[in-house]
């Protein structure tokens, strides 16, 4: 990510990159191609990784949320190798704020 | 050793399968999660000493209840946990990670990566009733 896509993803905020974020991998999911979950997959690491590096935890869970909620993006922890990171990272307070996280 | 809502569902729902009595349920959920001490009667219990445990029994205990916790422990409660004193105070001792990975392994509860999922799915969980 280039240093003016990141100034503006930040000046957009998280709601619009999980939206932007969101959309590009439904895209990806409804093009009909047989790696098309493979190729979702790789997009998801990539968005991941932004989140985790631009946002703060709060927000990094609400993007995450939004995709599997709003948008039921079937992503597989197994299948993310990023997952691990995030894993690592806001397990526990995932884990610890359960009904917090039901309200975002 | 934390667990979320749909772990604790998941463990309690193994108590509704044998019928086992929330009396006799809270125990067995706090000494395998938690770690802690199960008192005189469910160590006896567990560590196959009928005697001590027949001697500790609250005079509320029916066999039926019992009979339904035996049930669930031969069918449900990891070998590491039970069958000697020397099991059940190595397990009250284990550091809450084994403990963890022992009871995942057994399909007790979630692993964290499923309780991270579940949690920002938002999954409906329902809490097993006991009687």
Same mark, same amino acid.
């Given at each position: 990510?280039?240093? @003016?896509?990141?100034?503006?993803? /930040? /000046? ?13 991998? /439904?895209?990806?999911? =409804?093009?009909? #191609?047989?790696?098309?979950? #493979?190729?979702?997959? @790789? ?25 599997l909620t709003t948008y ?8 993310? #190798? ?13 884990? =610890? ?8 | ?9 998941? +463990? *309690?729902? $193994?108590? $509704?399968?044998? &019928? ?15 770690? *802690?001490?199960?008192?005189? +009667?469910?160590?006896?219990? %567990?560590?196959? &000493? ?26 449900c409660m990891p070998p590491?946990? *039970? ?26 509860? *979630? ?6 999922? %579940? $949690?920002?799915?938002?999954?409906? $969980? ?6």
């Amino acid at each position: 990510m280039t240093d @003016s896509d990141r100034l503006i993803t /930040l /000046l957009k905020g998280p709601d619009w990159y999980a939206h932007k974020a969101a959309k590009e991998m /439904l895209m990806i999911l =409804n093009q009909g #191609k047989r790696k098309r979950y #493979k190729s979702m997959n @790789s997009t998801a690491d990539k968005h991941l990784s932004t989140i985790m590096d631009l946002f703060d935890k709060e927000q990094s869970v609400r993007i995450l949320k939004t995709w599997l909620t709003t948008y039921s993006l079937p992503l597989d922890p197994d299948r993310l #190798k990023t997952f691990d990171r995030f894993h690592e990272q806001f397990g526990k307070f995932i884990t =610890n704020n359960t009904e917090l996280i039901k309200s975002y | 050793m934390n667990i979320t809502v749909y772990s604790r569902n998941r +463990f *309690y729902e $193994t108590f $509704t399968k044998w &019928d086992v009595p929330r009396d006799f349920a809270d125990p067995m959920a706090n000494y395998l999660v938690y770690g *802690y001490e199960p008192g005189g +009667f469910f160590t006896s219990l %567990l560590a196959n &000493d009928f005697f001590a445990a027949i001697q500790s029994s609250h005079p509320a205990n029916t066999v039926e209840a019992l009979k339904c916790l035996v049930g669930w422990i031969n069918d449900c409660m990891p070998p590491e946990a *039970y069958s000697s004193y020397n099991r059940v105070s190595e397990w009250c001792r284990l550091p809450e990670g084994h403990r963890r990975a022992i009871l995942e392994k057994y399909e007790l509860i *979630y692993t964290e990566q499923e309780e991270i999922m %579940l $949690t920002l799915r938002s999954e409906s $969980t329902v809490e097993p009733v006991l009687y």
